[in-house]
């Protein structure tokens, strides 16, 4: 029943640490994206993928990388974690039609804690 | 550019009354699409209404009302009848014609019994 699922929900690690975010949405959706929330609650964009291909990739550290194997799945590789890189990550999916009111639906955010 | 503002960084109302949350953006596009998500202590996005700009009338959702003036490029969110599960941070977005969302730094709401 869940549309779109995130794994982990919570990530605790360590300074330096490579991790990965997985999410998946079964909503059919073309369109698939990453979001960024901070301590102060203020989401921004980081990157978005139409059908694998990457369409949006926003200022965001290289060590920052998506992948989308399939239009249903866009992981988020971080490699060398930094103290800054804690925040919740939201994933997105939308229909990815540009003409009409494509909206889109949320994870439920993974919580990243970098000690 | 897209920006969203929203001026009101927190609010509270007594359950039953009505708030009203205000929004101003700024694009420099004809065509967009406005939307008002809440994010209740769960940490879930929920999407609470949305409209188009090219329609005129103020999108409904039960409860959920929208104030929408283009000229002046605002977009309020008007909760009726509110309840104790409205308690939120409730985010205004702008979608223009790429497919990005971008959000206004949210506002607070607390419904207090």
């Known amino acids: 029943d869940t549309a779109v699922s995130q794994t982990p929900k919570y990530l605790v690690t360590q300074m330096g640490n490579d991790k990965s975010i997985k999410c998946e949405q079964n909503l059919g959706h073309d369109t698939m994206y990453w979001y960024k929330q901070d301590s102060k609650k203020f989401l921004k964009i980081m990157f978005s993928?139409?059908?694998?291909?990457?369409?949006i990739n926003e200022t965001v550290p290289n060590r920052f990388s998506p992948k989308s194997p399939d239009k249903a799945h866009l992981n988020l590789h971080i490699n060398s974690l930094e103290l800054g890189d804690s925040a919740v990550y939201f994933c997105?999916?939308?229909?990815?039609?540009?003409?009409?009111?494509?909206?889109?639906?949320f994870g439920p955010g993974t919580r990243l804690t970098v000690l | 550019a897209q920006t969203v503002t929203q001026s009101q960084p927190e609010m509270s109302v007594q359950e039953a009354e009505t708030v009203t949350l205000s929004c101003t953006y700024d694009?420099?596009?004809?065509?967009?699409?406005l939307f008002w998500y809440k994010q209740p202590p769960s940490r879930q996005m929920i999407l609470v209404i949305r409209?188009?700009?090219?329609?005129?009338q103020n999108a409904t959702e039960n409860r959920f009302s929208v104030n929408f003036q283009k000229a002046a490029k605002s977009f309020s969110l008007k909760i009726s009848d509110s309840q104790l599960g409205d308690t939120a941070m409730y985010f205004c977005a702008l979608r223009g014609s790429n497919y990005k969302l971008t959000f206004g730094k949210g506002t607070l709401l607390t419904v207090n019994p």
């Open positions: 409209q188009e700009a090219y329609k005129q």
């Open positions: 993928y139409n059908n694998k291909e990457l369409i």
């Open positions: 694009t420099s596009e004809s065509n967009y699409y």
């Open positions: 997105a999916s939308s229909p990815g039609d540009r003409g009409r009111t494509d909206t889109q639906y």
